[in-house]
């Protein structure tokens, strides 16, 4: 890796929940277990889309990008010169507060944008 490198962006789209059907619903605590998400505060609601004329019954319109972005510290250049393993390097993003893209598609979870199972579908491919 050069060392003109300063920083990595990865990103995937993901789909809007279509504006005209979504509604809002409380997940139940084995979906939040299982999203890695049992940690949020009881009563928080996410969304989804049913389906309707507009969207064609599918519950999702339009896109948008989930990112995140790796910045790499002196600390990392370190390590990428030196014995690189991904664990080590994950360890050290971690620390300088690397949100991934997972945590991004939470977030326009929460906010309403997209669903869980979009963000789901798209981070863990497979
Ligand atoms: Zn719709």
Redesign the pocket.
């Known amino acids: 890796m050069s060392s003109s490198v300063i920083g990595v962006l990865a990103q995937r789209l993901i789909r809007r929940i279509?504006s005209?059907?979504k509604v809002e619903y409380e997940p139940d605590a084995r979906t939040l277990e299982g999203a890695g998400l049992a940690h949020l505060p009881k009563g928080i609601t996410l969304f989804k889309?049913p389906?309707?004329e507009?969207?064609n019954g599918i519950?999702y319109?339009g896109r948008i990008a989930i990112h995140e972005v790796l910045t790499i510290t002196e600390e990392m250049r370190d390590v990428i010169y030196g014995e690189v393993t991904t664990g080590k390097l994950r360890a050290l993003a971690v620390a300088n507060n690397f949100r991934d893209m997972y945590f991004d598609g939470i977030q326009k979870a929460l906010g309403g944008i997209t669903s869980l199972e979009e963000v789901q579908r798209v981070t863990h491919p497979g």
Request: glycine content about 30%; hydrophobic content about 10%; proline content about 0%.
């Open positions: 279509c005209r059907c889309g389906g309707c507009f969207c519950g319109k």
